[in-house]
C-alpha cells in the first residue's frame, strides 16, 4: 500500500544535470519530511537533503550545498531532487525516504533507489 518509487537516476557527464523524483502513495504525505539519501559502493548510506512537510525549510549536506535543490509538490505527491554540476563523486543510488506520524509515535518509509552515475 505505501509506495515511494524513485526516478530520474542514470548516466551523466561530470558537470552536467539530473533531476530525481520520488512518486508518493499510501499515506498522507503532505504530514511527512521527506529526505534523500545516498549510498555509494563501498561506503556508508549518507543525508543528501531534506524537506520539511510543508516545504518551507530545507537542509543539505555539505558536499551537495549550491549545487542540488530539493524541492516538493503537496499537491502531486511528489518530492525531487535538482542535481546540478555534478561530480564523480556524487555516483551512488539515490534513496527516497518519508518520515511521519504514526499515532503516537513516528515512522518512515525507504523507496527501492535509482542509481546515479557521474562518469566521462
Known amino acids: 500500500q505505501v509506495q515511494l518509487v524513485e526516478s530520474g537516476g542514470g548516466l551523466v557527464q561530470p558537470g552536467g544535470s539530473l533531476r530525481l523524483s520520488c512518486a508518493a502513495s499510501?499515506?498522507?504525505?503532505?504530514?511527512?519530511?521527506m529526505s534523500w539519501y545516498r549510498q555509494a559502493s563501498g561506503k556508508e548510506r549518507e543525508l543528501v537533503a531534506t524537506?520539511?512537510?510543508?516545504?518551507?525549510?530545507?537542509n543539505y549536506a555539505d558536499s551537495v550545498k549550491g549545487r542540488f535543490t530539493i524541492s516538493r509538490d503537496n499537491a502531486k505527491n511528489t518530492m525531487y531532487l535538482q542535481m546540478d554540476s555534478l561530480k564523480p563523486e556524487d555516483t551512488a543510488v539515490y534513496y527516497c525516504?518519508?518520515?511521519?506520524?504514526?499515532?503516537?509515535?513516528?515512522?518512515?518509509?525507504w523507496g527501492q533507489g535509482t542509481q546515479v552515475i557521474v562518469s566521462s
Open positions: 525516504n518519508a518520515m511521519g506520524p504514526d499515532g503516537l509515535r513516528y515512522r518512515d518509509y
Open positions: 499510501g499515506f498522507t504525505f503532505s504530514s511527512y519530511a
Open positions: 524537506i520539511t512537510s510543508a516545504g518551507g525549510r530545507t
